[in-house]
């Protein structure tokens, strides 16, 4: 499935942050998000996923076919590691946990609550999580973070995977995980924040407050 973006306007807190982004990512594509710290990459990531309405534009792709790791690991921390895939995994109606536990190195943790993991299982259990959605399309903000060089390899290895299946994968990440990737950097769609908008949209958005969203 294709994931296109047309003249999209994305804010946070009522301000427009990057705009009139245009790019498509295909099946079988690894899309590398870049930009600087504060530029736009999350919240970008998080309009695709749905999670925030875009000010102007469109995305194409279904959100039941989106998969959003954000920065938060989002696990159940009074479950155990296997019980945190199985829920997922019935979730998403599938049944076999057995390439996510191995994907992600996690046979060993299986009975341990994921509240006693340490960052990096918890980040490996958190990304173990994609395997068992059955989603197509992945959107990933810093998937790596606290992971040591072994791990980071085994999720290069699960992306690989993926698109070798027909998946697709936009990541914004600030490391080099030796993928075989196009690159789409957020900087030229830099948006002008104190320009007076003519559609009315601003108002709409000034007194959102994103801390509750
Ligand atoms: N909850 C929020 N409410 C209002 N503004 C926010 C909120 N979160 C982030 N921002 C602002 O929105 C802008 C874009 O932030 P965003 O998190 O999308 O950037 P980023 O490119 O993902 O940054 P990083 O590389 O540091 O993760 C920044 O100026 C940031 O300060």
Do not use: C
Not at 123 to 149: K, M, Y
Not at 151 to 175: P, Q, W
Not at 200 to 208: H, Q, S, V
């Amino acid at each position: 499935m294709e994931l296109r973006v047309e003249n999209l306007t994305v804010a946070r807190g009522g301000v427009p942050v990057l705009e009139g982004l245009e790019f498509t990512l295909s099946p079988g594509q690894v899309l590398i998000l870049r930009g600087p710290n504060g530029s736009g990459k999350t919240t970008l990531l998080r309009t695709l996923a749905g999670l925030q309405p875009p000010l102007t534009g469109s995305v194409s792709a279904d959100p039941e076919q989106i998969t959003y790791g954000a920065h938060a690991d989002g696990l159940k921390a009074t479950l155990s590691v296997e019980e945190n895939l199985r829920f997922w995994a019935s979730v998403h109606g599938l049944a076999d946990i057995a390439p996510a536990v191995d994907g992600f190195n996690l046979r060993g943790l299986l009975e341990r609550p994921s509240a006693n993991l340490s960052a990096g299982q918890k980040r490996r259990l958190g990304l173990a999580r994609l395997l068992v959605t059955g989603r197509p399309i992945w959107l990933l903000d810093e998937p790596t973070v606290s992971l040591d060089v072994a791990s980071v390899t085994l999720f290069a290895d699960a992306v690989r995977a993926h698109v070798a299946g027909g998946g697709s994968a936009l990541i914004a990440t600030h490391i080099d995980l030796g993928l075989k990737a196009d690159t789409l950097d957020v900087g030229p769609y830099k948006a002008d924040a104190h320009r007076p908008r003519t559609d009315g949209m601003r108002d709409a958005y000034a007194d959102f407050d994103e801390a509750f969203s």
